[in-house]
């Protein structure tokens, strides 16, 4: 059974600072890893998708990589601002399935 | 233009009530899934539709749980006899197909008193 894990559940960090978010999953066959926002009382916003067989995808301040060998992800963020303040959610989607399977996310609050 | 939309936006029910959420797809959108999402916790796999057919209902937590997509398009999550443990916010999304991304609504969040 696939399982995502992403650490910390929360991260707290100046304005313009650049971070990491990093994502574990356990079963290595996956078809693609999402990465997804979600802000408070809202739904999911795709951020990112990156196929198995890719190794990175950018959107503007935004950068994914993926790992598959070592089950990781990590979305990149430059030049954070107060307004990326969100959750931020990893999901898999597994061999034949086509459901995603998520992490719990990482809170993230950019302070002016 | 529109993106998935759900409805009711909040749904309080009493104890043993049977509840109806919908879900409006993006249009021709093929793939239909909801997911379940408690507070604090990431989005449970429920259900998966493609078109009218339901492939896969492995995360349906009991058989209070139902889900149709009689013409392939609008779908209904239904939850009978509703308990305390199935409040949290229900997710819809759709696909172009499996391969896709996966787009969200902004749920329903369901409250049993």
């Known amino acids: 059974k696939q399982e995502v894990t992403q650490i910390p559940a929360a991260l707290s960090v100046p304005e313009g600072e650049n971070l990491v978010l990093n994502c574990s999953f356990t079963?290595?066959?996956?078809?693609?890893l999402q990465w997804f926002r979600q802000d408070p009382g809202k739904g999911l916003t795709s951020l990112l998708l990156i196929q198995s067989s890719q190794r990175e995808q950018t959107s503007g301040r935004l950068n994914a990589s993926l790992d598959k060998s070592s089950g990781r992800s990590t979305l990149y963020i430059a030049a954070s601002q107060p307004g990326d303040s969100a959750t931020y959610l990893c999901a898999v989607r597994s061999g034949a399935n086509s459901k995603l399977t998520f992490g719990k996310g990482i809170t993230l609050s950019v302070r002016p | 233009g529109a993106g998935v939309s759900q409805s009711p936006r909040y749904k309080v029910a009493k104890r043993g009530q049977d509840v109806a959420l919908r879900c409006d797809p993006i249009?021709?959108?093929?793939?239909l899934f909801w997911y379940q999402q408690a507070l604090g916790q990431g989005p449970e796999f429920l259900t998966y539709?493609?078109?009218?057919?339901?492939?896969?209902k492995s995360g349906l937590p009991s058989d209070r749980f139902f889900a149709e997509r009689p013409e392939g398009s609008v779908s209904t999550l239904k939850i009978q006899r509703t308990q305390q443990e199935d409040s949290a916010v229900y997710l819809c999304?759709?696909?172009?197909?499996?391969?896709?991304?996966?787009?969200f609504g902004p749920g329903t969040r369901l409250t049993v008193l």
């Open positions: 999304a759709s696909s172009l197909g499996e391969q896709y991304t996966q787009y």
């Open positions: 539709f493609q078109n009218e057919a339901q492939l896969d």
């Open positions: 079963d290595s066959a996956i078809y693609n």
């Open positions: 249009s021709g959108h093929v793939s």
